[in-house]
Every structure is written in structure tokens, then in C-alpha cells.
């Protein structure tokens, strides 16, 4: 069995900075690309940062310049460090890994952590 956990979420100011994390535990497994999303009331769930095997990487518009993430292999963690938040950044982040087990591929979700940006 397969569990992602998130942390590192919470209440911060405009202009302030949050970093995310996101642990893959559970079966032997590869890791293929993880991703985070976030969802506002209301709004669909959006992609908000990738990174796949080689350190590739890619950011919605919104967020370049600000956030950043990266991966640690050795610990299957990601992280989403997040700069110059911005009340618009409020949602519920989720973080999505793509995994391979034996033969299967398929996609694994976290519960979510929340952040919220004061004006």
C-alpha cells in the first residue's frame, strides 16, 4: 500500500514564504513524476508544479518566479517552496505522485494541507 504525506501548511501573511512537503511511503515503487495541485473554494483543482525524472520542471504561470520545487530521491520527498505568497495562492494543496509498481503505472494522491494567505 501506497501513502503520500503532506505537511508544512498554515496560516502566513502576503509577502511571506511556506515550503511543502510531500513523503511517498509503502510498496517497492518508481517514481516517475510528482506534482503539486491546489484547489480553491469553488475552482477546480489546478497544477500548480511538476518535476519528472532528470530534474525537469514546470510551473503554472502564476506561481514562476515565486515557487520552486524539487525532489530529494533518497527520501522520496518533494518539496514546494513558496515565495512572495500571495492571498490568491489560498487554497488546498495536493500533492500527486505517478508511480510504477511491478507492471502498473497509476496516479497516487496526498490528503492535502492547507494554506491560507492574510491580505
Known amino acids: 500500500q501506497v501513502q503520500l504525506v503532506e505537511s508544512g501548511g498554515g496560516l502566513v501573511q502576503a509577502g511571506g514564504s511556506l515550503r511543502l512537503s510531500c513523503t511517498v511511503s509503502g510498496t517497492i515503487f518508481t517514481i516517475n513524476a510528482m506534482d503539486w495541485y491546489r484547489q480553491a473554494p469553488g475552482t477546480q483543482r489546478e497544477l500548480v508544479a511538476g518535476?519528472?525524472?532528470?530534474?525537469?520542471?514546470n510551473y503554472a504561470d502564476s506561481v514562476k518566479g515565486r515557487f520552486t520545487i524539487s525532489r530529494d530521491n533518497a527520501k522520496n520527498t518533494v518539496y514546494l517552496q513558496m515565495n512572495s505568497l500571495k492571498p490568491e495562492d489560498t487554497a488546498v494543496y495536493f500533492c500527486?505522485?505517478?508511480?510504477?509498481?511491478?507492471?502498473?503505472?497509476?496516479?497516487?494522491w496526498g490528503q492535502g494541507t492547507q494554506v491560507t494567505v492574510s491580505s
Open positions: 518535476i519528472i525524472s532528470g530534474d525537469r520542471t
Open positions: 500527486n505522485a505517478k508511480l510504477t509498481i511491478g507492471l502498473i503505472s497509476r496516479n497516487y
